[in-house]
């Protein structure tokens, strides 16, 4: 096996801190989670406000992709990083972000169309920029899919709320009943403000295809959550069936049950490895009541005389080849078919965004799809200052993922409006004495949030998930890696072995000059010259535990932190 030598600067140590750099906003969960354990609840929020402006609601909704690629999951399971983000905010004594110092203004006035996660995160950094920024939102309520699309059971809407005050404190204009759903509409914002950011988001389903979907009873995801949440529907009959298997999917079979349905089934054409939805909604959809037909598609909706949804048809799938997005294709199994009885069929398969207030005047390209073509770094659309992001460039997504959006759109309408470029963040390290770790951290099983027991779970607004103790907290920070931590091994090294000797994953190891590549860029006095072995670390398998440099008898290895900070 031949070795490498890499340059230890900023891009390496942030590849190397798995979870910050899978994080679409980065951010620094091993920052916070060090707060965590040192019982500095404050400053953890604090942190979290920085990169992700909404942890008290992200510490509940987030799809978390920092826990997939946590190192500490090829140990045993990944650290609960959403959750610790939750404990963060409901420990912290100061629950709101610091109000920021004077901010000279600007004299540019954007609009914002949707008042949605995305625009939200996007009018907060633009304000903070001096910039007037001014909210056009449709419905009566501003939060778009945090408020119509997520059940209150999952995400409280004092939490939601909370957020959009603090967007409002800082001078944000939220115009509600708003729609711009006009070209003259549209036509004036563009006379009217310097910039315009379209955060429409997905709100318009997608059509199953299929015979019998006219029939009364057969409702659409979207629609039904939205008049759910904001209470227009109150009841649903006693047999529901949901198509997908995606979070709405989910979130419409368990509302269902909360509304009084008897039996709620959901269809979905693949296995529960290629569920879009999260494991842990899964899983307490199931706890709930809810049967879930995997590798079942519908094929068709009868109904009895009086045009009333009575059966719905399916046929069961095989999986194929992969399809583009390496997702494996469902296949229809010839002759097997089967009725299941319902009372009510609910589509949950797709979002797309309704823009129809777009022509070609305005000179905006759309997609084949029906969405707004942006540049991948700038998020304008071709039509020069007029901005898009989140789910209406893309279809639905997570809220992480669209809050990114928004933060990067308003580094981009900023740059264009002042010709002054945001940098992001600066890179620095230091020498770090090895952690006081907990007993066992290496061994210490994930901890898991505490829920409402299964017979409370029947109401709409009481949250089912209640986080995890403070003890608890406490266990599972505990039994993070603290990746931004890392061994340095220079040259006074002599080649003892003693480290070796001592680290419990052998993961230093020494190696002979020719199983070394050493790059171009390198060749310099730090790795030329007369040598014949190089001690070697696999960043994979060390946990960080220090044993290495407190054991060196001519102290050759030094532990350094990384970190970084947001301009």
Request: aromatic share 6%; net charge neutral; glycine share 8%.
């Amino acid at each position: 096996m031949n070795y490498k030598i890499v340059k230890a600067n900023d891009h390496w140590f942030r590849e190397n801190i798995n979870c910050q750099y899978a994080c679409p906003v980065n951010t620094p969960a091993m920052n916070y989670i060090e707060r965590i354990v040192e019982g500095d609840f404050d400053s953890s929020l604090r942190l979290n406000f920085m990169a992700n402006l909404f942890p008290h609601i992200l510490g509940r909704v987030c799809t978390h992709p920092c826990e997939t690629a946590c190192r500490r999951g090829a140990i045993d399971k990944p650290i609960a990083i959403c959750s610790l983000k939750r404990s963060a905010a409901d420990f912290a004594l100061k629950k709101s972000p610091l109000k920021p110092m004077h901010r000279e203004k600007t004299g540019y006035r954007i609009a914002m169309i949707g008042a949605g996660p995305s625009g939200l995160a996007a009018a907060n950094d633009l304000v903070m920029r001096g910039h007037d920024v001014v909210m056009y939102e449709a419905l009566p309520i501003a939060g778009g899919m945090l408020i119509v699309g997520i059940p209150p059971y999952r995400l409280p809407r004092d939490k939601t709320e909370d957020a959009i005050n603090w967007i409002k404190e800082l001078g944000v204009d939220i115009r509600l009943n708003s729609p711009i759903d006009t070209q003259e509409k549209f036509n004036n914002l563009l006379k009217e403000y310097s910039a315009v950011y379209m955060a429409t988001g997905a709100h318009k389903s997608q059509a199953l295809d299929i015979p019998g979907e006219n029939l009364a009873g057969m409702m659409h995801g979207v629609i039904f959550m939205k008049d759910t949440n904001l209470g227009i529907r109150k009841t649903v009959p006693e047999k529901v069936a949901v198509i997908g298997g995606g979070f709405t999917a989910i979130d419409c079979a368990r509302s269902s049950l909360r509304l009084g349905a008897q039996e709620v089934s959901i269809v979905y054409r693949r296995t529960l490895a290629e569920m879009p939805a999260g494991e842990l909604e899964v899983s307490m959809a199931e706890e709930e009541g809810v049967k879930i037909h995997y590798l079942t598609s519908p094929v068709k909706i009868l109904g009895g005389h009086n045009l009333q949804i009575t059966h719905l048809e399916c046929i069961k799938n095989s999986l194929g080849e992969p399809d583009e997005k390496r997702r494996r294709r469902p296949i229809p199994m010839e002759g097997s078919n089967f009725i299941m009885p319902v009372d009510m069929v609910i589509a949950a398969i797709g979002q797309s965004p309704n823009i129809q207030f777009l022509s070609e005047r305005f000179g905006i390209e759309i997609s084949r799809w029906g969405m707004p073509v942006i540049g991948p770094e700038s998020f304008m659309t071709t039509r020069k200052g007029v901005f898009a992001g989140g789910d209406c460039v893309t279809g639905p997504r997570n809220v992480i993922e669209v809050i990114a959006d928004g933060r990067k759109a308003a580094r981009s309408i900023h740059t264009f409006l002042t010709d002054k470029e945001i940098k992001g963040y600066t890179f620095f390290y230091k020498e770090q004495a090895p952690s006081e770790r907990i007993r066992n951290y290496e061994t210490a099983p994930r901890q898991r949030q505490d829920a409402l027991p299964i017979k409370e779970r029947r109401d709409l607004n009481t949250e089912v998930e209640l986080g995890l103790s403070k003890e608890n907290t406490f266990k599972e920070a505990g039994r993070c890696l603290l990746c931004h931590y890392n061994i340095f091994i220079d040259e006074k090294c002599v080649l003892c072995g003693g480290c070796i000797d001592v680290c419990p994953y052998n993961c230093i190891s020494m190696v002979s000059r020719e199983k070394v590549e050493v790059p171009d860029v390198l060749h310099d006095d730090a790795v030329s010259g007369d040598w014949d072995a190089a001690m070697m670390i696999d960043e994979e398998k060390c946990i960080r535990c220090g044993l290495c440099v407190k054991r060196c008898p001519v102290n050759a290895i030094t532990m350094k932190r990384f970190a970084y900070a947001e301009e």
